[in-house]
């Protein structure tokens, strides 16, 4: 079912012109009785919802029913920033349509400073996880707290070089000037700030916690757009006031060694998703299809964050289990025990695939029926988009049991790769072919390490490292 959905994702674009005709003439249907069909799509949600709560519950699976329920819940709550930021930006940008920050257009500016985030803010949080997470993941909520406010003011300042450096491509490649240049490094700034400030959010569980912090983000550029600063100050208001009496801890300074792995490992991970993106920016000379790529690339943000929110649990506890019957059980159990981590881990892994398939060829039909012009631009980042998906869900399974040298590897040639597609291919849509092709081999390439490393789970997680020591 994935691969028929992956070839309909590649296929469906070139049918442009009659998904256009298509999607006009429903839209037709929709403008003529909208109240009817949102009533009619509201009662279909309705008794679809009703009928499998109903149906749980007659064959006794109610508590799968209220499991499925909390978790359909948690990732609503960890999606709602894409939600919120989607439904306010369009008006926002009407609003920010003419106005400057340093002669460069203001939703220019945010555009450079959103590509340049996700990218730069993985490597900064990094640390910070490592830091945290072992109490996190024992449930000590206070001793991570604490350890985060020891921590966070010290990793940002190590960070700050890397913050700068950021600044290069625009100044040497889109020649931006000082003031611009300068407004660009205090708003990454906040943003990695605020990024850095969700790590407890993301490691304690806190879905409301988190679902807030986004809300305050989120209320300026609804309200107050052309206010670019605004936006991560409000959002690290909600986040700092808990904080507060963890602030005034003991600085903790990790040393200089260990901070650049960090920096580098979340680098170069992050710069799967994100390389080709930022480098499409520099080459278009900030001239970037936002709406185009943002929906091509929506299917792997939804895909990893179902990973995360509702795969991961599942996966922590068979590690759990493992442990255990490491620690104490017969070596019948731990058989049982490893062949089942391996399976959680191979079912998670498929599940991921099939989903982002399933968004993949949904959203490159839709998009080819609103532009049918670009149908193979569609095709190509819509699909690369999931095949990077795929790579930094595997790398991320590697970087856990121990094999971490194959997702930076991976990075650091996906990032060469971007660089020499853009400066290489004149058309969009041939360097985008050039990374589809490029990737897939890589795929197939980090797959076979990942199940190499996971078919003894019990040898790579624990005994390897005795045995090495």
Not at 132 to 150: H, I, K, M, N, Y
Request: net charge positive.
């Amino acid at each position: 079912m994935t691969a028929a959905l992956l070839v309909g994702t590649l296929v469906l674009p070139s049918l442009g012109g009659a998904l256009q005709r298509l999607i006009s003439h429903c839209m037709t249907l929709v403008d003529r009785e909208p109240f009817a069909f949102g009533v009619f799509g509201v009662g279909c949600l309705a008794a679809a919802g009703g009928g499998a709560a109903l149906l749980l519950g007659r064959l006794g699976l109610g508590r799968v029913a209220r499991t499925f329920g909390g978790r359909v819940l948690r990732l609503g709550l960890h999606l709602w920033p894409v939600v919120l930021l989607t439904l306010i930006y369009p008006n926002a940008s009407l609003r920010m349509a003419d106005h400057d920050v340093g002669n460069i257009p203001l939703t220019t500016f945010l555009l450079a400073v959103a590509l340049t985030v996700p990218w730069v803010g993985q490597a900064v949080c990094m640390p910070l996880y490592r830091v945290v997470g072992s109490a996190a993941s024992a449930g000590d909520l206070e001793e991570a707290r604490r350890r985060f406010g020891a921590a966070w003011p010290t990793t940002f300042l190590q960070a700050a070089p890397l913050l700068v450096t950021s600044c290069v491509p625009l100044a040497l490649i889109m020649r931006w000037p000082a003031d611009a240049l300068a407004s660009y490094l205090l708003l990454v700034a906040l943003d990695i700030t605020f990024a850095q400030t969700l790590v407890l959010a993301n490691l304690s569980g806190s879905r409301l916690n988190w679902a807030l912090a986004w809300t305050g983000y989120a209320l300026p550029v609804m309200l107050f757009p052309t206010f670019w600063f605004l936006p991560p100050l409000l959002g690290l208001l909600t986040q700092i006031v808990p904080l507060a009496k963890y602030l005034t801890a003991n600085l903790h300074w990790m040393s200089v060694k260990e901070t650049v792995v960090d920096f580098s490992r979340g680098f170069l991970l992050g710069a799967v998703l994100w390389a080709d993106k930022l480098f499409y920016f520099y080459s278009a000379d900030g001239d970037f299809p936002v709406g185009l790529v943002f929906f091509a690339l929506l299917p792997a943000v939804l895909a990893y964050n179902y990973y995360f929110i509702c795969l991961a649990p599942g996966f922590d506890a068979s590690v759990a289990r493992l442990r255990t019957a490491m620690q104490d059980e017969t070596m019948d159990s731990l058989r049982r025990a490893s062949t089942a981590l391996a399976e959680t881990v191979a079912q998670s892994v498929r599940r991921t695939a099939f989903l982002g398939a399933l968004f993949a060829c949904i959203t490159s039909a839709t998009l080819a029926g609103a532009s049918p012009d670009r149908g193979l631009l569609i095709a190509a980042i819509t699909m690369s988009s999931w095949l990077l998906l795929m790579i930094t869900v595997l790398s991320y399974k590697l970087d856990y049991i121990g094999e971490k040298l194959c997702g930076q590897v991976v990075g650091a040639f996906y990032v060469a790769l971007c660089a020499i597609a853009f400066a290489g291919f004149p058309t969009e849509s041939g360097t985008y072919l050039v990374i589809l092709a490029t990737t897939s081999a890589a795929l197939g390439v980090v797959f076979v390490v990942f199940r190499r490393a996971w078919r003894t789970p019990e040898y790579n997680l624990f005994w390897r490292h005795a045995l090495a020591w």
